[in-house]
C-alpha cells in the first residue's frame, strides 16, 4: 500500500505548490504551542476555492490509485437530495452542498494506463469534475441511462456501496438498488461486487494538498483551545463547565466554523468521584478536561486536553497530577511505536497495550481515523468499553492516512488522597507508512489557569 503513497506524490507534484498559497500552510510538528495563535480563517470564496482545489486532486490521482489497486473497472455511487451517501457527499463541488433530485456518479477505468472516466448521470452538473452523460429528452429513465452507460463499457467488475461492516460503505439504498437492477441486463448483475474498501480507501486516503493545510486546521483547534482553558473564558468561582462549552460553540459561529460534535467539559476534583460537568461550577484545584473538534476545509479535528485551576497562591499543579500526564504521554509513544503499516488495528492495540502495561502503566486505548468524518473511515485500534480487539479493529492499517491519538491513562494521586484520577488526551496524527507524527504537536504539560 505505500505505492498508493507514492503514486499519489508523484501525480500532485506539479500542482501543489500553486494549490496551497491561501490555505493556512504550517509544517507538522511534534512539539504543540502553549498558546498558539490562530490561522487566517479563509473567506468562503476562497474556502470554496480551497475545497475544489482539493478534490480536483484527489480526483485525479486517489481515484486511479485505488481503483487499479482493488482490481475494480466501475464504481457507481448515488444519492438523493438530503440523503447524500458518505462517499458521494466528499465528492461534491464547493457550490453543490448536496445532492439534486438523484445525483448518479460512474467511475470507469479503461485500463492501459488510460485516465479515468468521471461521469455524472443526473439531471444537473457537477461543476468540470463530472462529465455530463445523461440527456433526458433522449432518455428519460435515469437508471436505463445508467445501463447504457455500462453496457457500452462493459466492464468485467461494478463496485457498488454496500456493506455489513462499515457504514461509510453502505451508501446504496435498497429502493436505489432495486431500480438499477431493474434496468440492467442479466450479464451486468452478475458482475456487481461491494465497494467498501474503494469506499474506505477513498475516504481514510490523504493527499499532499490536504497535508499541506491539514497542521493548520489542527492549530486552530488548538488556539481555540488555549483560549477556553483560559482567564479569558474562565472565572474560578463563576463560570460553569456548561459556559465554556456554549462558548466554543459561539466562537465557532462567529468564525463561520462548525464544531462536528457538542464540545465537552469535564471536571476532576479531589473527593469526588467520576467527571463533573453541565452547570457544575469551576472551582480552584479542578483538573479540567476538554474533548473539541471542529470541521475546516472539509477536515476534521478532534482533541482532547487537560488543565489545572490553580489554588491561591500555587504556582504549579501537584506533582501527582503532572506525572499523570506523564504516563499519558509515554503510552502514546508506545502506541506510535506499534504502528505497522498492514498490521490490523486489533494486532497495534494488542502490542501497545502490553508494552504499556509491562512497564505498570493502566491505560485505554481507543485512537481512530480522522479525515472528511471525525470518527474516520478505516480501522478501530480499540474501543474504550473493549480493550481485547473487536471485529471493527480487523482492517488493516496503511500508509498514507490520518489519526486521532485518543487514549487514557489512570493513576492515583498521592497529593489527592491516592484517589484514581483520569488522564485523558487526544491529538491528530499522520502516518506515513514508517512513523507516525502529529499535525500540530501534543500536550505534555498541563495548562495552568490562575485563580486570582
Known sequence: M???????????????????????????????????????????????EMVDRILAERLDTVIPA???????????????????????????????????????????DPGEGKPVERLTVSRYGLADLFGSAWDPARQPDQWQAVAEIIAARDPQKIAINTSDITAFGDGMTLSQYQAMIAALPETYRQRIVS??????????????????????????????????????????????AADVQWWYRETLAGLGLEAWFHPSIGIQRQGVIGMLDGDTVIQPGD????????????LNTDTQHLAYV???????????????????????????????????????????????????????????????????????IGFWDNQNGDPRGEYLVLAGTTWSIELTTYAAVPEWDGQRVDFRSEEDAYFDGETVRFLDGRQTELTLIPSD
Open 287 to 298: 483538573l479540567l478536561w476538554t474533548d473539541f473538534g471542529l470541521t475546516y476545509l472539509r
Open 195 to 240: 465497494g467498501e474498501k474503494l469506499s474506505i480507501r477513498w475516504l481514510e486516503s490523504r493527499t499532499p494538498l490536504e497535508l499541506e493545510i491539514y497542521p493548520g486546521i489542527v492549530r486552530i483547534a488548538h488556539a481555540l483551545i488555549a483560549r477556553a482553558f483560559s482567564r479569558e473564558v474562565i472565572t474560578p468561582g463563576q463560570t460553569t
Open 310 to 380: 490553580l489554588k491561591p497562591g500555587e504556582t504549579s499543579a501537584p506533582a501527582g497530577l503532572v506525572q499523570g500526564l506523564q504516563g499519558t504521554n509515554r503510552v502514546q509513544d508506545i502506541l506510535l511505536a506499534s504502528f505497522r503499516a498492514g498490521a490490523s488495528g486489533n494486532d497495534i492495540l494488542a502490542a501497545a497495550r502490553k508494552q504499556a502495561l509491562a512497564e505498570g502503566l493502566d491505560p485505554s486505548i481507543y485512537s481512530h481515523p480522522i479525515g472528511f468524518y471525525g470518527h474516520g473511515a478505516g480501522t478501530a
Open 66 to 108: 485505488i481503483m487499479r489497486e482493488q482490481g475494480i473497472d466501475l464504481w457507481l455511487l448515488m444519492s438523493r437530495e438530503y440523503f447524500e451517501e458518505p462517499v458521494l457527499a466528499t465528492m461534491l463541488d464547493a457550490e453543490n452542498m448536496h445532492a439534486r433530485r438523484r445525483t448518479i456518479l460512474i467511475l470507469y
Open 2 to 48: 505505500q505505492g498508493l503513497v507514492r503514486i499519489l506524490l508523484a501525480l500532485a507534484a506539479i500542482a501543489a505548490p500553486a494549490m496551497v498559497q491561501a490555505a493556512p500552510r504550517l509544517p507538522m510538528s511534534d512539539i504543540e504551542q502553549a498558546s498558539p495563535e490562530m490561522p487566517r480563517i479563509l473567506p468562503m470564496r476562497e474556502r470554496a
